[in-house]
């Protein structure tokens, strides 16, 4: 609106105008403007004419006092009013591009805890790392920092996890299977028995899980890259596969322990590829065969 300091109301001379009207030019005092509901200022007349109720109407015995001038518009284009385009319809979202935003995510949630050393101790970041990936797998993939050039937090949980996963079967055998039948023949052959030979056979489990990380992980991210569906680099599929393996520590249940914790692992490792590489379901299970194909082995089927 233009400024109407100065100059006189149209119908009272001895009042300066503090606005003009819309329609008619005529500049207008404050007892003589009416603001209708489009916002603009009109005098009686033309206000009268829109037919447009006012939304304030000062009284004939308005304070002499100008109140700060008002601003109109000198002129109006046409299309002032129109009707705006209806929004478009959101597009509905591929899996894949569920999977990007929850990964998305990452940069804006709290890390899993065995990523917080310094707020928790290990065997309690180790149970709370466990109970957030039972709990919610997804919303436990989705808080997994992918790219930290650190390989070793993951590796340490994966290794002390596959442990103890390893002591939990170990005693299930001892407790209500037969412990020979776990351990193999050699230790039968060589007159070891089966306490002493799980003892020395615990001191290799710490390595094969190690290495069984690393080639597992990089088979699964060969595969991954081979269909162009490796879209982070190689840490975060081995971090997806160390994650994974805290599920081990489901077989310290007995009985049923050791085929969840194979289970849970699966599970994990097909939603951390989805998250991490965003990739489809069909990509996903390629990237999991060489888990899957281990834990089969390690089955002994």
Not at 172 to 177: D, G, P, Q, T, V
Not at 228 to 252: D, H, K, M, Q
Not at 274 to 295: D, I, K, N
Request: negative net charge; glycine residues 6%; contains cysteine.
């Amino acid at each position: 609106m233009s400024e109407a300091g100065g100059i006189p109301c149209g119908h009272h001379p001895e009042r300066p105008a503090a606005a003009v009207c819309i329609d008619c030019e005529t500049p207008l005092c404050f007892a003589c403007r009416h603001v209708g509901h489009d916002g603009l200022s009109r005098c009686e007349a033309c206000l009268e004419q829109t037919r447009l109720p006012a939304l304030s109407r000062a009284d004939d015995d308005a304070p002499a006092e100008p109140e700060p001038p008002l601003f109109v518009p000198e002129t109006l284009p046409d299309d002032t009013v129109r009707a705006l385009p209806a929004p478009e319809p959101p597009e509905p979202q591929s899996p894949a591009d569920k999977a990007e935003a929850a990964a998305r995510l990452v940069a804006t949630v709290e890390p899993i805890p065995w990523e917080q050393a310094e707020r928790y101790p290990a065997p309690l970041a180790m149970w709370l790392t466990l109970t957030a990936i039972l709990r919610s797998p997804l919303h436990a993939v989705v808080r997994i920092p992918w790219e930290r050039r650190d390989f070793v937090t993951p590796l340490v949980l994966a290794v002390s996890a596959g442990v103890l996963g390893h002591i939990g079967i170990l005693v299930s055998a001892f407790l209500f299977a037969d412990l020979n039948a776990v351990l193999g023949p050699q230790f039968h052959e060589l007159g070891v028995s089966p306490v002493a030979g799980a003892l020395i056979a615990m001191t290799t489990v710490p390595l094969g899980i190690t290495l069984k990380l690393f080639l597992a992980s990089a088979l699964s991210h060969f595969l991954l890259k081979s269909v162009g569906a490796a879209r982070r680099p190689y840490e975060a599929t081995f971090r997806i596969f160390a994650y994974a393996g805290v599920t081990s520590l489901l077989a310290l249940i007995p009985g049923l322990g050791a085929p969840l914790a194979m289970a849970m692992t699966l599970l994990v490792v097909l939603l951390g590829i989805r998250v991490a590489h965003r990739a489809t379901p069909g990509q996903s299970f390629l990237g999991a065969a060489p888990h899957f194909v281990a834990l089969l082995l390690s089955a002994g089927v």
